[in-house]
């Protein structure tokens, strides 16, 4: 009889129990500003839209930055396995990863993501791994990797047999360039109606340390307005193209009744610069290229909401952790969000700090911005309440010297925090701004 009465109760109450699947979407070089639902009202991105609309969005979320040009790569790294680019970089094959989390928490782990995003102690630590597409222009216009991935990914959800939860971590390579989108996308955009970045500038108004990478030769200096149009346009048909893709797989998620029991975090590795302060790629600390979009959506949270806790990427995995009911290991660097997104904290870090190899550094404290070249002695100071595009540089301003000084030793603080040893000033600046950086040296001499 008691037998029976289990027997009978099994089936529902075991489905009802499974924890959430969890879908981590992480797009390649995507700005913030372009998602429609954030802002921008020349692009057409209606898929990214309707998950904003439905979840909590970040308006202060950065990509820490990087130890390597290839900002991709260490951003990755840092989200996979929960830590700064600092401890990254010093145990690259002993921290844990999130796939190893989700595996011990019994969930069947999927990635398919970019080749040449390879992080080989993570990815392999999926049950299923896969890769496609890369940054060869011919196999991009071959067949677009965002479709082939989707294509992938919907073909894989209908054949699951929802035993397990799923942990799927889709990364692929969009809009990285080369940016080849099918014809008819392009014809989406009028290329002469797409604003030009409000920050454009002809040149970067001094060496930061970077000029040279491969990124920067996307487009010839001096930037003029109609070559940053056309890369605009390509990027723009790119991402609606991409969104179409995204909006498959979500589409499969309703079809196969799962998507309310799906925990959605996006964002993208970083953005880039594509003319902002006439720079072209991500090897900088300006807001285009490190402040990324990073939306979560999915059972218990709020819908609609945005929030300007500040988060670095690398927070993604404690928070999935938590939101999923799955206990992270010990030794994060990265912190929980959970009790901003279910809008229980305001906020659960108070700085951030990014770093760029070993020539660039910054601090954000409230609405305060400080970058630092330590190779020329340069420092910029931005007001991002009144300045969000930082275009007006405060460092030199009398009245902002005491603001300079606290930002410093605040700018230090993290550096020992992450065990960074970087020097912040030299006695033999390179390439030295003409305008006169050494203005800043009481700072950090
Ligand atoms: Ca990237």
């Known amino acids: 009889m008691v037998g029976g009465g289990l027997a009978l109760a099994a089936g529902p109450v075991q489905a009802f129990a499974r924890k959430p699947n969890v879908l981590f979407l992480y797009t390649d070089d995507q700005r913030r500003d372009t998602i429609r639902a954030l802002g921008n009202s020349h692009i057409q991105t209606p898929n990214l839209d309707s998950l904003v609309k439905s979840g909590v969005s970040f308006t202060n979320a950065y990509c820490m930055g990087g130890f390597s040009a290839a900002v991709c790569l260490p951003s990755r790294m840092m989200a996979l396995r929960g830590r700064s680019w600092f401890a990254v970089q010093r145990m690259q094959t002993a921290s844990p990863n999130i796939a190893e989390t989700f595996n011990d928490a019994g969930y069947v782990t999927y990635h398919l993501g970019k080749r040449g995003n390879e992080d080989a ?18 196999e991009r216009e071959k067949g677009q990797p965002a ?45 002469e109606a797409i604003p030009l970045p409000p920050n454009f500038q002809p040149f970067h108004p001094f060496d930061n340390g970077e000029m040279t990478i491969r990124d920067e030769k996307l487009a010839p200096w001096p930037r003029t307005e109609s070559e940053i149009r056309r890369h605009l346009h390509e990027y723009y048909a790119v991402i609606t193209y991409m969104d179409e893709q995204i909006g498959r797989v979500l589409q499969t998620l309703k079809d196969i009744g799962e998507y309310d029991n799906t925990i ?49 990427l690398f927070d993604i995995y404690p928070t999935l952790c938590e939101l999923a009911g799955v206990k992270p290991p010990d030794g994060l660097e990265g912190k929980s969000q959970a009790a901003v997104v279910k809008g229980n904290a305001q906020s659960v870090r108070d700085v951030i700090f990014l770093a760029y190899r070993q020539v660039q550094r910054a601090v954000r404290v409230g609405q305060w911005k400080l970058i630092h070249y330590p190779k020329v002695n340069r420092t910029q100071l931005f007001d991002l309440k009144a ?24 700018l230090r603080r993290q550096q ?3 065990g960074d040893t970087l020097a912040l000033g030299t006695d033999d600046p390179a ?15």
Do not use: C
């Open 121 to 138: 102690k993570a990815h392999p630590s999926f049950q299923f791994n896969n890769y496609v597409g890369s940054n060869d222009i011919a």
């Open 147 to 191: 479709k082939i991935l989707a294509d992938q990914v919907t073909a894989y959800l209908k054949s699951w047999n929802k035993e397990k939860p799923f942990f799927m971590y889709l990364a692929d390579g969009s809009p990285h360039d080369p940016r080849v989108a099918p014809p008819q996308y392009l014809a989406k955009y009028k290329r």
């Open 264 to 312: 959605i975090v996006f964002s993208s590795d970083q953005g880039i610069a594509i003319g902002s302060h006439g720079l072209m790629g991500k090897q900088n600390l300006y807001q285009h290229s490190m402040n990324s979009a990073l939306v979560f959506t999915g059972p218990g949270v709020p819908k609609g909401k945005s929030v300007d806790a500040f988060a670095y």
């Open 387 to 410: 300045d969000p595009n930082e275009m007006r540089d405060l460092s030199r301003d009398p009245k902002h010297a005491a603001r300079m000084r606290e930002l410093f030793v605040q």
């Open 416 to 418: 020992q925090l992450y």
């Open 431 to 445: 390439n030295s701004d003409p305008a006169g950086g050494s203005i800043t040296l009481e700072f950090f001499n």
